[in-house]
């Protein structure tokens, strides 16, 4: 009698899932510590460029990487027991968790995250209204009142969960739809590309011409009003996953290789940290602000998608290859070393879809609480948060989540406890006791370190550019008379950053504040880009009228020829017809203030000419 196989059990794959998910824990922790920080996050007086490392390489490759298992995995369900079997346990696993956080936790995370200090609308509404209306305003996405206060309907990180929906109708879409011969010849052409020694090349050109599209090429926020591209950028790993599954057997060619992927792709970490900034924020002229892929306000322009010239180029193909070289790396090397069942391997991997989808409220709001504690420098506080909420994530797992119903959700079945007693439980304090000894040596680590990088820090300014951008605190600038000699890595100035800054984030007016030290306010940057051009492209028009009241000159245009009314001008081409307005009036003032309409930029067009017509 033929006895059927016991079907393989991936222990490796599982384990490299467990830590994508995980590794979300220490970026949502380390962005608000890092240099080149976004707007949303900031708050840390004194960012550390460590911080900035660390969420570089994670964001290199975690979500590509958790997508391409994502799809590993799917085809695993659907050929062992069903495409029907598959569908019901994604429907109990992912929609219903994004469908709860949808619903409730996402104004949560709103007020919240708020209340704890970000610099967002939302704080702003708490500060004129009492936290009752302000809780109105954002449950049910604003449903329940006149005014929403938020620019889009955002899911926090559920969008993982939102962009995994779409991605898996896709996919049935597709299986049902595409004729056999299609097929096929997908499938032949990942058994190829994986099995070559040069498949993160191959996948890395493959992936260029959608990356190089996106609207930043350091992946934009994902939200209702997604990004067609962005979407179909995480496709591209979904489906390689798939077709990985088929070629299951490469696997043993990804592990040989592994040393070598994970060798180069860490090699180019330093070049996508250094470069993407430049190519992303800083190089990019005003045209392509009006680029828009999404959903809702598609606004497509030739010359904003195809500039950028060999840096973006170049940047774009490093992440694309680093992507690849990190995941087909990080698998390899799993598969080669977890080859057998092992206790803490399935705990974590049981453990680590709860700790992703719960871990945010804690590790958002406690981050804004800890830059407001001066005496501890950004890298001993991000050690600290991402020890403690790690922590009180596998607690919470152990108490709410490994032996009740919601165990049936995060990890597919719960766990059973005999005569009372929680079988195979790894405690959290047995945990701690087991790596105190490591988690001590590495807080010395961190602290010597981090003390040194906060003297950096100070030396270079870095406080006084940061409030420049989020303006808490009105007296931060009173007798600071370094406050004009400081510039940040790409030559902007506290007033550069002041003018830019968006004003419904701002406690007060921080450019009234900082003029005061500029006897002239036409400083450049490396673009030659003055404050009040920097103003102009933002649409701050009260940072416009006293930026000209001291003097400012209009006609002082940036490497592709764009003067401050060029850039109100080509922004009065948004979709929004609010933002297109207020430019409107932007060029009418600058006008008065003696701006010269007729000068041409690097493409011969005056301010008119692209008033009219872009």
């Known amino acids: 009698m033929q006895t059927q196989e016991t079907p393989k059990r991936y222990h490796g794959l599982d384990l490299v899932r467990a830590i994508a998910m995980m590794l979300g824990l220490v970026i949502h ?28 390489f994670i964001h290199l490759f975690r979500m590509q990487l958790f997508y391409l298992i994502a799809g590993f995995f799917a085809m695993l369900v659907i050929e062992r027991k069903g495409f029907g079997t598959f569908m019901r346990d994604r429907g109990r696993r992912i929609l219903m968790p994004f469908v709860f956080a949808a619903i409730f936790l996402v104004p949560l995370h709103d007020i919240v995250v708020s209340a704890s200090g970000q610099p967002s609308l939302i704080r702003s509404l708490m500060q004129e209204t009492s936290m009752f209306e302000a809780m109105k305003s954002v449950v049910l996405f604003g449903v329940l009142v006149d005014y929403y206060p938020r620019e889009f309907v955002g899911f926090w990180h559920y969008w993982f969960l939102y962009f995994l929906i779409l991605i898996y109708g896709i996919h049935v879409g597709l299986r049902i739809l595409l004729p056999d011969s299609v097929k096929v010849f997908f499938y032949q052409m990942i058994g190829k590309w994986v099995r070559s020694p040069l498949a993160a090349l191959y996948l890395g050109l493959f992936c260029f011409p959608i990356h190089y599209s996106l609207s930043s090429i350091g ?5 209702l009003n997604f990004e067609y591209n962005n979407l179909g950028y995480y496709c591209v790993f979904y489906f390689f996953g798939v077709g990985l599954w088929r070629h299951r057997d490469a696997i043993t060619l990804l592990e040989k290789r592994c040393f070598a992927n994970l060798a180069l792709g860490l090699c180019l970490v330093p070049f996508t940290m250094q470069l993407t900034p430049w190519a992303d924020r800083i190089n990019p002229s005003v045209i392509h602000d009006l680029l828009n892929y999404k959903v809702v306000g598609l606004h497509f322009n030739l010359e904003a998608a195809l500039e950028g010239g060999w840096l973006k180029s170049s940047v774009v193909l490093l992440r694309a290859c680093a992507a690849w070289l990190l995941c087909l790396g990080f ?33 958002f709001s406690l981050s804004f609480l ?38 049936d959700i995060f990890m597919g079945r719960r766990k059973e406890s005999a005569d009372g007693k929680r079988v195979d439980l790894i405690s959290t304090w047995a945990l701690l006791i087991g790596q105190w000894r490591a988690l001590l040596i590495c807080f010395v680590f961190f602290h010597v370190l981090g003390t040194a990088l906060k003297e950096q820090a100070i030396l270079a300014g870095k406080d006084l550019l940061m409030e420049a951008q989020i303006a808490q605190r009105p007296d931060y600038f009173d007798n600071r008379d370094e406050v004009n000699r ?30 005061a030290y500029f006897e002239n306010p036409d400083v450049l940057d490396t673009m030659n880009r003055t404050p009040l051009f920097n103003a102009a492209r933002a649409g701050n028009l009260e940072g416009v009228k006293l930026l000209l009241q001291a003097g400012a000159n209009p006609n002082l245009a940036d490497r592709y020829g764009h003067t401050p009314a060029h850039a109100s001008a080509i922004k009065t081409h948004l979709k929004n017809p609010v933002a297109a307005a207020r430019h409107e009036q932007i060029v009418d003032l600058l006008k008065e203030h003696d701006a010269d309409l007729s000068i041409l930029d690097n493409r011969g067009r005056s301010v008119e000419a692209l008033r009219e017509s872009l």
């Open 29 to 56: 922790v380390s962005i608000f510590f890092m240099d080149d920080q976004g707007y949303w996050m900031m708050g840390e007086r004194f960012p550390d460029s460590f911080n900035k490392t660390v969420v570089e």
């Open 219 to 223: 992946f934009p926020p994902n939200h």
């Open 331 to 363: 698998i390899g090397l799993a598969e080669r070393f977890v080859k057998k069942s092992n206790a803490m391997v399935r705990y974590l991997s049981d453990a680590s879809y709860w700790i992703f989808y719960a871990h945010m409220l804690f590790t």
């Open 370 to 407: 800890l830059t407001k504690v001066d005496w501890l420098n950004s890298l001993t506080k991000s050690y600290v948060l991402v020890v403690f909420s790690f922590y009180l994530m596998w607690w919470s797992y152990n108490t709410f989540v490994r032996y009740s119903f919601l165990g």
């Open 486 to 515: 400081v510039r940040d890595r790409f030559g902007q100035t506290p007033l550069h950053l002041a003018a830019s800054a968006p004003q419904g984030y701002l406690d007060y007016k921080p450019t009234a504040r900082i003029l």
